[in-house]
């Protein structure tokens, strides 16, 4: 597969998960968090449309694209940034898969509207923020770049 | 990861998968994979039928052919599906979880289990949909949800018919990501009018003596969906769970029966 524009190659059991075979090989953005696909924690994208690794098998991910924030750590920090300003983040534990999402939606939306957002925000949850300021750093962010 | 494989097997054809399929017990088919990630079992072969252009959405003059490998998202984006029956299957689909999960999982995957909290199935029982499995051919969708026990064949796609009727969908939920309390469809064609109504928190079922009334009724008017919508808390079965009694979804089941009955007739409420 093709992380992060290098291609790598692993030996997998049949069973493994993405998220774990990642994590193994030093990708440690990608969080593990409910392990049963509700929380968003272990986004990544593959072929650049956001997926949970805690439930995608790896052997599903021979050939493709796939993307963690370590690709995009650049965007990260300025999306980071934004956050901060923003006040919308505490912890940060939820940021690397939201940080996927926003790229997402920047790849797939020429001009996100406030309803994209929040679309691409379901399904990461959030235990510090209450949303509102993470929309607010999200459009700030994508008004700076877009 | 709950389930466990020893092997893993990606299909050449579905005659290739099926022979797969009948050599173990345990072995399993692959949809999305999000369920079977959470089941406790052990595989002897996991099935992927990734690959054999299971994912597409066919139209012909009648009919409408989902691939069972189609995923919610593809579903959440087809310009087709949204021109049938008001887009209730589009609607509820864009409901389910996130982006994120709805890239994943598959229209099979989410009917095979005929799980209760479904929000595939409520509009699709509704639309009067059919699956064409690999050996069984043509089985009615409402027909397999009364069956029991593992399905032995695989599902190739599943058929909507390309009908002008109204269609309404509700699904009552306590956040966005949550499963339904209850879900609700009615369609309305020149065939007549179909109630189906999920997550009781059993699997969906029609609500066959509402409809019964409706097409016996001389005239579809506020008094005749009224007795319709009760007949259907009445004589269908809610259970309880942790997400609701059983009380509060009959309650839930008349009027949102209620609601999208008079919205498919084109009435106020």
């Known amino acids: 597969m093709n992380i992060n524009g290098r291609k790598r190659i692993f030996d997998i059991r049949p069973d493994e998960l993405l998220a774990d075979t990642l994590r193994r090989h030093d990708y440690t953005s990608v969080r593990k968090g409910c392990d049963t696909t509700s929380c968003g924690v272990c986004t990544i994208l593959i072929d650049d449309e956001p997926v949970p690794s805690c439930a995608y098998l790896t052997v599903r991910a021979e050939g493709k694209k796939i993307t963690t924030v370590e690709g995009i750590a650049e965007e990260a920090e300025r999306l980071a940034g934004c956050f901060g300003d923003e006040g919308a983040d505490q912890c940060g534990f939820c940021n690397p898969g939201i940080a996927l999402s926003v790229h997402a939606l920047k790849l797939s939306a020429k001009a996100p509207t406030e309803e994209n957002i929040r679309h691409y925000l379901v399904g990461h949850l959030c235990r510090c923020s209450g949303y509102q300021s993470q929309v607010k750093a999200i459009r700030r962010y994508l008004g700076d770049t877009t | ?245 059983a009380e509060y979804r009959a309650h839930l089941a008349e009027v949102y029966t209620r609601r999208g009955l008079m919205e498919v007739n084109g009435l106020e409420d």
């Open chain 2, 1 to 245: 990861m709950l389930v466990k494989f020893t092997n893993y097997h990606r299909a050449q054809s579905l005659e290739d998968a099926h022979k797969t399929l009948q050599k173990d017990k345990s072995n399993t088919i692959v949809g999305g994979g999000l369920w079977l990630k959470l089941s406790r079992r052990e595989v002897d072969t996991a099935v992927d039928l990734a690959g054999l252009d299971l994912d597409l959405i066919e139209t012909t003059d009648k009919t409408i052919r989902i691939g069972a490998m189609t995923t919610l998202t593809q579903i959440e984006e087809s310009d087709t599906l949204r021109q049938i029956a008001s887009g209730i299957l589009v609607e509820a689909v864009s409901e389910i979880m996130g982006r994120q999960l709805r890239n994943v999982a598959t229209l099979g995957g989410s009917i095979i289990g005929r799980y209760g909290f479904s929000d595939c199935i409520t509009p699709l029982l509704a639309l009067d949909a059919r699956l064409d499995f690999h050996e069984r051919g043509i089985v009615s969708l409402q027909d397999f949800l009364t069956e029991k026990g593992k399905v032995d064949d695989i599902l190739k796609a599943v058929v909507i018919d390309k009908t002008k009727a109204k269609g309404y969908f509700k699904k009552v939920k306590k956040t966005a990501h949550d499963f339904p309390i209850l879900n609700v469809a009615v369609v309305k064609s020149e065939d007549g009018t179909r109630i189906a109504i999920g997550s009781r928190p059993a699997v969906a079922t029609l609500a066959q003596a509402a409809m019964d009334h409706l097409a016996a009724a001389t005239t579809i008017d506020k008094k005749t969906i009224t007795q319709a919508a009760r007949i259907a808390k009445e004589s269908l079965k809610y259970s309880t769970n942790h997400r609701a009694g």
